[in-house]
Nanobody, 123 residues
Framework: QVQLVESGGGLVQAGGSLRLSCAAT????????MGWFRQAPGKEREFVAA????????YYTDSVKGRFIISRANAENTVYLQMSRLKPEDTAVYYC????????????????WGQGTQVTVSS
């Protein structure tokens, strides 16, 4: 089992920045692929970014490329999402996800999920 706890959400003005953190409780965190997803009110949960544990390859949805950076600190059992140049359309609950075997944009492939953290971007 992997338990994930997100933090770092909040209210920010458009153009601002936030860094989300996702802390994992399992000491084998370094062997899990990690992803960030988000869900806006009335919409489906969508892929944002992912990072592989094997070679630290990263993947992003087109709408965040050049603005968001996913990274991991295995010694801290933590994955980060640095968000810059935020837009009102980035407003959503952001979820961290983990999977031993899959890295990518298919949410149903991830076995473990956090409870989410709210990000609100005002215009």
């Amino acid at each position: 089992q992997v338990q994930l706890v997100e933090s770092g959400g909040g209210l920010v003005q458009a153009g601002g920045s936030l860094r989300l953190s996702c802390a994992a409780t399992r000491r084998t965190f370094s062997s899990y692929h990690m992803g960030w997803f988000r869900q806006a009110p009335g919409k489906e949960r969508e892929f944002v970014a992912a990072i592989s544990w094997t070679d630290d390859s990263t993947y992003y949805t087109d709408s965040v490329k050049g603005r968001f950076i996913i990274s991991r600190a295995n010694a801290e059992n933590t994955v980060y999402l640095q968000m810059s140049r935020l837009k009102p359309e980035d407003t959503a609950v952001y979820y961290c996800a983990a999977d031993r075997w899959y890295v990518g944009d298919r949410r149903d492939e991830y076995d473990y999920w956090g409870q989410g953290t709210q990000v609100t971007v005002s215009s």
